[in-house]
């Protein structure tokens, strides 16, 4: 927990349900344990869709199809989201879910490894100016130099879970072995996310860490 418990409960309390079709896909997926975003991410996405308006959205890490179909509720309707998968499990019940959604023709599944789909997106020179980045945490670092290609100038990307419940702060003699590599490829994401020339970033404390990046126009140097 990065906030106070008390107080998180207090705010999650005071968001509105959600559609029925939403709370179901939610529902479902705590029940199987499959991570999806928390409430208090939920709650920024939809702000910041609300703000944007973004055209097209590129989501990496779509696992049961939760954050798309949230994401596609909240989107403009010329809007249209694009999302990656790897795992087969995942992808067969996340074609299902997002078949069922409202808005099913506005999303596009794609399978495969996220490091070859983003490269291969990139090269056809596509673009997204609203990114969210929610996979396997330990390749974030591979999918960036991809991810900077396929974002404009003016375009977000943002990234969840990047405080690890709160370890991010802890030395890594004090993370368990088998979670050592992902810890330090954690924090060399949001480090590097930090200090780009090309990035204007801010780390914050909602659920379990979220950065917002912003791609600037750097200058040449004379």
Do not use: W
């Amino acid at each position: 927990m990065i906030v106070n418990e008390r107080l998180s409960e207090y705010i999650k309390a005071l968001e509105c349900d959600l559609p029925e079709y939403l709370d179901e896909l939610e529902q479902r997926a705590l029940a199987d344990e499959v991570p999806i975003i928390r409430k208090e991410a939920q709650s920024l996405l939809r702000f910041l869709l609300c703000l944007l308006k973004p055209e097209k959205i590129l989501e990496v890490g779509c696992a049961v199809g939760f954050s798309s179909a949230f994401m596609s509720e909240y989107m403009p309707e010329n809007c249209t989201i694009t999302t990656i998968e790897k795992v087969e499990m995942r992808i067969k019940e996340a074609k299902k879910n997002l078949a069922a959604i409202p808005k099913a023709d506005k999303v596009t599944l794609l399978c495969g490894d996220a490091n070859e789909v983003l490269k291969e997106l990139a090269d056809k020179g596509e673009f997204y100016p609203f990114i969210f980045m929610d996979a396997a945490k330990g390749q974030y670092m591979n999918f960036l130099p991809h991810l900077m290609r396929l974002l404009p100038e003016g375009g977000i990307l943002i990234t969840d879970n990047v405080l690890q419940e709160g370890t991010i702060v802890e030395s890594k003699y004090t993370i368990p072995r088998r979670e050592r590599t992902i810890h330090m490829r954690m924090r060399e994401y949001v480090y590097t996310l930090k200090h780009m020339e090309e990035l204007e970033t801010v780390v914050l404390p909602v659920g379990d860490g979220v950065t917002l990046s912003v791609k600037k126009k750097v200058m040449e140097k004379q």
